[in-house]
């Protein structure tokens, strides 16, 4: 089966779910922007500049059976079917605007981009639960779909992480609060400023260290100054040993937003994959999944993780004991599946 992978930024969960199908003898492609770690396991890559260039890679893959559509963004699925209207289209929701917003809240909730492409595709892969339900809500969406989690290939499980750090451990994407003021558009990316929570963690003598792929190295050190360490960005099978050193892997933040009650993020499954455990704040599907498992603890303050420190010992051992089976390469079948259901 032929299967072509389309994303803009292509991120880490593109490749989480390619290598296993590669390695599971899929002919996976891919069609990209940005060049990703890992592209030289695909059969074959293309990079694209322009929308004129995009149209022009999908025309040469005339002979795919199923075009799978990371987003975002999600107009990919419009290109597809305009050259292929009978190609079934995959859209792998990894974000969405309606998770990030309520109802009734100021700004973007429904994108065009979304609205169109999520109606427009055959099939749906999302990433939690809650983003499923609230995606086929409001979009009124009965295609077939899977829930498949961001976990982590096997491959990239930590078992020799050096110099221990300790502390707190938060690893993704951080926003400085006077850029998210600056720009209206990404507003709800406040659920990204981790600004009260840095403050709040050192306030009860908790180490807090952050790894973040962007490039305002100086910024970040003038805005945390003595509240975190910015520790920068890492390849990816790198950064999983250096998060490794920590004492406890972070989701979520100290204020509720919507955007983490729907989300199951990659970051969970790479504390557990550098074997760590977990602690949250205010991320409902997150702290079900953690609870569930017993591979982390669910608090409500600073000051509560600080008294249940301790609990980490037994969070660790869960974590050993459990990670394996949340390998990708046991759970990529859901997308096989799907795909089967397509073709």
Known sequence: MKIVKIAKHCCIRVQKEALPLLAKGYDVHLITERIPRFGDYYKTVMQYFTPAQMYQSIKAHSDADIFHVHNEPSWFVTMVKELFPDKPVVLDVHDSLLGRLDAGCEGVRISVDERNNFVLA???????????????????????????????????????????????????????????????????????DYTDMAEALTNEGIGFYF?????????????????????????????????????????GNIENHPAWNVALPNKLFEYMAAGIPVVVFNASEC?????????????????????????KRKCRENVIKKRRQFAMENHISRVEDLYRELV
């Not at 050096?162 to 502390?167: A, H, I, P, Q, T």
């Not at 707190?168 to 990204?192: H, Q, T």
Request: a neutral charge; charged letters at 30%; hydrophobic letters at 35%.
């Open 287 to 311: 702290a079900e999944f953690v609870k569930e498992h017993g591979v982390g603890i669910v608090v409500r303050s600073v000051k509560e993780f600080k008294e249940r420190w301790k609990e």
């Open 122 to 192: 055959d099939a749906h892969v999302f990433v939690s639960e809650s983003l499923k339900r609230v995606c086929q809500k409001d979009f009124g969406l009965e295609q077939p779909s899977a829930v498949l989690p961001s976990y982590v290939p096997a491959r990239f499980y930590c078992f020799d992480a050096w110099r221990w750090l300790g502390g707190v451990v938060y690893e993704g994407r951080i926003d400085l609060p006077e850029k998210i003021e600056r720009n209206a558009s990404v507003r709800f990316f406040s659920y990204c």
């Open 211 to 251: 790894y973040a792929g962007q490039k305002e190295n100086e910024d970040f050190q003038a805005h945390y100054g003595d509240t975190a360490t910015y520790k920068g960005g890492y390849v990816f099978e790198d950064m999983i040993r250096r998060v490794a050193r920590h004492d406890w892997g972070l989701v």
